[in-house]
Protein backbone atom coordinates (compact mmCIF):
# COMPACT_ATOMS: atom_id res chain seq x y z
CA UNK A 1 0.00 0.00 0.00
CA UNK A 2 1.51 3.59 -0.72
CA UNK A 3 1.76 6.14 1.59
CA UNK A 4 1.45 9.73 1.01
CA UNK A 5 3.84 11.51 2.14
CA UNK A 6 4.22 15.63 2.29
CA UNK A 7 8.04 16.67 1.89
CA UNK A 8 8.76 20.39 2.85
CA UNK A 9 10.92 22.68 4.11
CA UNK A 10 10.29 25.41 7.40
CA UNK A 11 11.28 27.80 9.39
CA UNK A 12 12.14 27.51 13.00
CA UNK A 13 9.32 29.56 14.13
CA UNK A 14 7.02 27.57 11.04
CA UNK A 15 6.95 29.34 7.90
CA UNK A 16 6.65 27.88 5.26
CA UNK A 17 7.98 31.20 3.31
CA UNK A 18 8.37 34.49 3.42
CA UNK A 19 5.53 37.40 3.59
CA UNK A 20 6.18 37.71 -0.45
CA UNK A 21 5.07 34.03 -0.63
CA UNK A 22 9.13 33.13 -1.53
CA UNK A 23 10.43 30.46 0.37
CA UNK A 24 14.04 31.30 -1.36
CA UNK A 25 14.57 32.95 2.46
CA UNK A 26 15.07 29.51 3.82
CA UNK A 27 17.97 27.00 3.90
CA UNK A 28 17.81 25.03 0.72
CA UNK A 29 21.16 23.66 0.88
CA UNK A 30 22.99 20.25 -0.63
CA UNK A 31 21.19 18.74 2.41
CA UNK A 32 18.27 19.72 1.27
CA UNK A 33 19.01 18.72 -1.92
CA UNK A 34 19.59 15.46 -1.36
CA UNK A 35 16.98 14.48 0.80
CA UNK A 36 14.67 15.51 -1.85
CA UNK A 37 16.51 13.22 -4.29
CA UNK A 38 15.97 10.68 -1.94
CA UNK A 39 11.83 11.07 -1.52
CA UNK A 40 11.40 11.11 -5.03
CA UNK A 41 13.45 8.31 -5.95
CA UNK A 42 11.12 6.42 -3.41
CA UNK A 43 8.31 7.42 -5.24
CA UNK A 44 5.87 6.75 -8.30
CA UNK A 45 3.35 9.48 -7.96
CA UNK A 46 4.20 12.90 -7.00
CA UNK A 47 0.73 14.78 -6.11
CA UNK A 48 0.86 18.68 -6.43
CA UNK A 49 -1.21 21.59 -6.65
CA UNK A 50 -1.32 23.99 -9.34
CA UNK A 51 1.26 26.42 -8.78
CA UNK A 52 3.66 24.12 -7.93
CA UNK A 53 2.87 22.30 -10.97
CA UNK A 54 3.29 25.67 -13.13
CA UNK A 55 6.66 26.21 -11.35
CA UNK A 56 8.20 22.86 -11.01
CA UNK A 57 7.11 22.23 -14.73
CA UNK A 58 8.68 25.52 -16.10
CA UNK A 59 12.05 24.84 -13.87
CA UNK A 60 12.86 21.01 -13.70
CA UNK A 61 12.74 19.39 -16.75
CA UNK A 62 15.69 20.89 -18.51
CA UNK A 63 18.19 19.96 -15.40
CA UNK A 64 18.54 16.99 -15.98
CA UNK A 65 20.86 17.28 -19.50
CA UNK A 66 21.57 20.81 -18.67
CA UNK A 67 25.14 21.50 -20.25
CA UNK A 68 28.38 20.87 -17.15
CA UNK A 69 28.26 23.55 -14.71
CA UNK A 70 31.00 22.25 -11.34
CA UNK A 71 30.27 25.96 -9.97
CA UNK A 72 26.39 25.68 -10.61
CA UNK A 73 24.84 23.91 -7.27
CA UNK A 74 21.27 23.87 -9.48
CA UNK A 75 22.83 21.39 -12.11
CA UNK A 76 24.59 19.01 -9.16
CA UNK A 77 24.26 15.41 -9.26
CA UNK A 78 21.29 15.31 -6.87
CA UNK A 79 19.11 17.92 -9.04
CA UNK A 80 20.04 16.23 -11.95
CA UNK A 81 18.41 13.06 -10.47
CA UNK A 82 15.66 15.20 -8.91
CA UNK A 83 14.92 16.49 -12.80
CA UNK A 84 14.96 12.92 -14.00
CA UNK A 85 12.72 11.24 -12.04
CA UNK A 86 10.65 13.73 -12.19
CA UNK A 87 10.34 13.62 -15.89
CA UNK A 88 9.45 9.92 -15.56
CA UNK A 89 7.09 9.59 -13.26
CA UNK A 90 3.42 10.04 -13.04
CA UNK A 91 2.25 13.52 -11.78
CA UNK A 92 -1.17 14.48 -10.24
CA UNK A 93 -2.27 17.83 -10.19
CA UNK A 94 -5.38 19.04 -8.11
CA UNK A 95 -6.94 21.93 -9.78
CA UNK A 96 -10.48 22.66 -10.57
CA UNK A 97 -9.43 25.05 -13.94
CA UNK A 98 -5.90 23.80 -14.86
CA UNK A 99 -5.71 23.50 -18.50
CA UNK A 100 -1.93 22.13 -19.48
CA UNK A 101 -0.43 23.46 -22.61
CA UNK A 102 0.22 20.40 -25.18
CA UNK A 103 3.92 22.06 -25.30
CA UNK A 104 4.36 21.55 -21.22
CA UNK A 105 7.26 18.94 -21.32
CA UNK A 106 4.85 17.23 -18.39
CA UNK A 107 1.87 17.22 -20.28
CA UNK A 108 1.61 13.91 -21.41
CA UNK A 109 2.49 12.48 -17.91
CA UNK A 110 0.34 14.41 -16.01
CA UNK A 111 -3.58 14.35 -14.82
CA UNK A 112 -5.27 16.83 -13.49
CA UNK A 113 -8.00 15.79 -11.14
CA UNK A 114 -10.81 18.04 -9.31
CA UNK A 115 -10.57 18.52 -5.72
CA UNK A 116 -13.90 16.99 -5.29
CA UNK A 117 -11.99 13.77 -7.03
CA UNK A 118 -8.84 13.77 -4.66
CA UNK A 119 -10.00 11.40 -1.88
CA UNK A 120 -11.61 8.91 -4.03
CA UNK A 121 -8.52 9.20 -6.16
CA UNK A 122 -6.04 9.12 -3.40
CA UNK A 123 -8.14 5.80 -2.02
CA UNK A 124 -8.00 3.88 -5.53
CA UNK A 125 -3.83 4.93 -5.61
CA UNK A 126 -2.77 4.10 -2.44
CA UNK A 127 -4.05 0.19 -3.41
CA UNK A 128 -2.24 -0.03 -6.47
CA UNK A 129 1.49 -0.24 -5.58
CA UNK A 130 3.96 -0.15 -2.78
CA UNK A 131 5.46 3.25 -3.85
CA UNK A 132 5.32 6.47 -2.03
CA UNK A 133 2.78 9.02 -3.38
CA UNK A 134 5.07 12.42 -3.00
CA UNK A 135 3.77 15.65 -2.33
CA UNK A 136 6.72 18.72 -2.87
CA UNK A 137 5.45 22.29 -1.61
CA UNK A 138 1.65 22.47 -2.58
CA UNK A 139 0.81 24.24 0.90
CA UNK A 140 -2.67 24.72 0.34
CA UNK A 141 -3.21 21.40 -1.26
CA UNK A 142 -1.69 19.12 0.89
CA UNK A 143 -3.50 21.27 3.81
CA UNK A 144 -6.81 20.33 2.80
CA UNK A 145 -5.49 17.02 2.60
CA UNK A 146 -4.76 17.14 6.34
CA UNK A 147 -7.70 18.53 7.15
CA UNK A 148 -9.71 15.22 6.10
CA UNK A 149 -7.38 12.94 7.31
CA UNK A 150 -5.45 12.15 3.85
CA UNK A 151 -2.15 12.59 4.58
CA UNK A 152 0.33 9.71 6.29
CA UNK A 153 3.69 11.64 7.00
CA UNK A 154 4.83 14.94 7.34
CA UNK A 155 8.80 15.38 6.43
CA UNK A 156 9.70 18.71 7.65
CA UNK A 157 13.37 20.08 7.04
CA UNK A 158 13.39 22.65 9.34
CA UNK A 159 15.68 25.34 8.36
CA UNK A 160 18.31 27.52 10.89
CA UNK A 161 16.16 30.96 10.40
CA UNK A 162 13.59 32.76 12.12
CA UNK A 163 11.21 34.78 10.20
CA UNK A 164 9.11 36.12 12.54
CA UNK A 165 5.96 36.92 9.91
CA UNK A 166 5.90 34.91 6.33
CA UNK A 167 3.60 32.40 5.25
CA UNK A 168 2.29 29.86 7.58
CA UNK A 169 3.10 26.26 7.12
CA UNK A 170 0.20 24.60 8.77
CA UNK A 171 -3.41 26.63 8.02
CA UNK A 172 -4.94 23.67 9.95
CA UNK A 173 -4.73 21.91 13.42
CA UNK A 174 -2.63 18.91 13.98
CA UNK A 175 -1.99 16.07 16.37
CA UNK A 176 1.99 14.59 15.09
CA UNK A 177 3.84 11.50 15.76
CA UNK A 178 7.28 11.94 15.85
CA UNK A 179 8.83 9.15 13.60
CA UNK A 180 12.55 10.43 13.50
CA UNK A 181 14.89 12.88 13.36
CA UNK A 182 18.32 13.35 11.32
CA UNK A 183 20.97 16.15 11.28
CA UNK A 184 23.24 16.50 7.51
CA UNK A 185 26.82 16.45 7.58
CA UNK A 186 27.92 20.14 6.53
CA UNK A 187 24.29 21.33 7.18
CA UNK A 188 22.34 23.49 10.33
CA UNK A 189 18.74 22.00 8.59
CA UNK A 190 16.94 19.78 10.52
CA UNK A 191 14.77 16.66 9.37
CA UNK A 192 11.79 15.98 11.41
CA UNK A 193 9.54 13.19 10.39
CA UNK A 194 5.96 12.90 11.65
CA UNK A 195 3.07 10.60 11.13
CA UNK A 196 0.18 11.81 11.07
CA UNK A 197 -3.13 11.02 13.97
CA UNK A 198 -5.38 12.85 12.80
CA UNK A 199 -6.21 16.77 12.56
CA UNK A 200 -7.65 18.61 16.08
CA UNK A 201 -10.87 20.04 15.98
Request: charged share 20%; with cysteine.
Amino acid sequence: MRTVIVSNIVSLDGFYAAPNGSPLVLNMDEAFDEYNRERIEAADIVLLGRNSFEGFSAYWPNVANAPADPGNRALSENNRRISSAYNSLCKVVVSDNLKISPDNPWAKSTTVIPRTATAAWLEAAQNEGDRDILIFASRIMWNGLLSRDLIDELHLMVSPAALVEGVPIFDVPASLNLMDSRRFPNSNNVLLRYSTRGHLT
